[in-house]
């Protein structure tokens, strides 16, 4: 376990990748159940247990894979698991769910999440096929070992009806500091949901755009064929980055005095401050990122602004200095690394 909290990314989070000044990762998810055995929301303790232990049995074929059992660790390590996005919150807060994580860190196979199995391949930047195919061959070989609930008109069977058929979702982390700041992501994210696609925050379901980081993904998953949904989903995703890249340019074109202010303000917060929380934190590095996609600041790749929001979050913090901080400590310490990063790395 302790490998995979070393560092906040992983080896293959690290690498440059296509369009990574703006897609931040692509997730791909597979959600199947076991055949003959009830669905996750009526299955007791006992029965989540059971489950676990007849998966590990399975699939402990998998190459490359660690078992981890989310009640051999403490709150905070799996929460910094999931601020990784290696688990998903769900997995986190419960203690009878499992996974098999991968040495590369690019695929999960969760267990009792709100499916039997949840596949999830994470790669950086904008890779949708890539990612896809990656889940397909991990599907294809737990499927050697299991049996899936599956109905021949339906698809995959799901305890949501929303996953039913092919329970695939692809999702990207877009980062839109572009379109927020030309007030213009609102008109576009109440049409995307028109449009059947589902908008959310850092961490999924019920959480926020901190950082100006949005998760666009797939609502529909019954009726088409994967590679047509894909194709759907990539089509809407590009046009969104598009829209984003127009927004930069007219915000260089016309505000360009307005948003230095705005960006030297962020990096004089965020290099002379003695506390931060991790909200102000991720959105003043969101302006420093920017600039430097904007050429107004030097040295700011965006595997370092990807580093530091993972390093920056409570989770990880704490694991990193091995002890439960309060959160005035865990302001100041996050503080303190930033200061250092910017004294290091920047001019
Ligand atoms: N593109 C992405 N990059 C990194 N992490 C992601 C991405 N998309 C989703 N995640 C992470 O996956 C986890 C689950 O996200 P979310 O709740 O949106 O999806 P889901 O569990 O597949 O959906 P649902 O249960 O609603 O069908 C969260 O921790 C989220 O941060």
């Not at 961490?203 to 949904?229: I, K, M, P, V, W």
């Not at 439960?324 to 930033?338: F, H, I, K, N, Y």
């Amino acid at each position: 376990m302790e490998t995979f909290l070393t560092h906040p990314l992983g080896p293959k989070m690290k690498e440059r990748a296509k369009l990574d000044d703006l897609v931040v990762s692509t997730r791909i998810r597979l959600a199947r159940n076991v055949k003959d055995t009830v669905f996750s929301p009526v299955l007791s303790k006992e029965g989540e247990r059971q489950l676990c232990d007849r998966l590990e049995g399975r699939l402990r074929g998998l190459k490359g894979f660690e078992y981890l059992h989310m009640r051999d660790y403490d709150e905070v390590t799996r929460q910094a698991l999931m601020e990784k996005h290696l688990i998903s919150p769900a997995v986190a807060a419960n203690e009878e769910s499992a996974v098999f994580l991968s040495e590369d860190e690019t695929i999960s196979v969760l267990i009792n999440e709100e499916d039997h199995l949840r596949i999830q391949t994470l790669l950086p930047g904008y890779q949708v096929k890539e990612a896809f195919e990656l889940a397909n061959q991990v599907d294809a070989l737990c499927a050697e070992s299991l049996s899936y609930a599956f109905d021949e008109q339906l698809g995959y069977l799901t305890t949501c009806p929303s996953n039913i058929g092919t329970g695939l979702r692809a999702s990207v982390m877009l980062h839109l500091p572009g379109l927020t700041l030309t007030g213009r992501i609102s008109p576009i994210l109440r049409e995307l949901r028109k449009l059947g696609y589902t908008i959310r925050g850092r961490y999924g379901e019920g959480s926020d755009a901190a950082g100006r980081l949005f998760q666009l993904s797939n609502q529909r998953t019954l009726g088409s064929h994967e590679s047509q949904l894909l194709a759907d989903f990539m089509e809407v995703t590009e046009q969104v980055i598009q829209a984003e890249r127009h927004a930069r340019e007219e915000l260089i074109a016309h505000r360009q005095e307005e948003l230095e202010d705005r960006f030297y303000r962020s990096y004089g917060i965020l290099r002379y401050a003695k506390l931060l929380s991790s909200t102000e934190a991720i959105e003043r590095l969101s302006d420093l990122h920017l600039a430097s996609d904007l050429g107004i600041l030097s040295d700011w790749s965006p595997p370092k602004f990807h580093e530091l929001i993972v390093r920056l979050q409570s989770g990880f913090l704490q694991k990193h200095f091995g002890k439960t901080l309060s959160t005035q400590e865990r302001d100041r310490e996050r503080a303190t690394l930033v200061r250092r990063t910017l004294d290091q790395g920047l001019v």
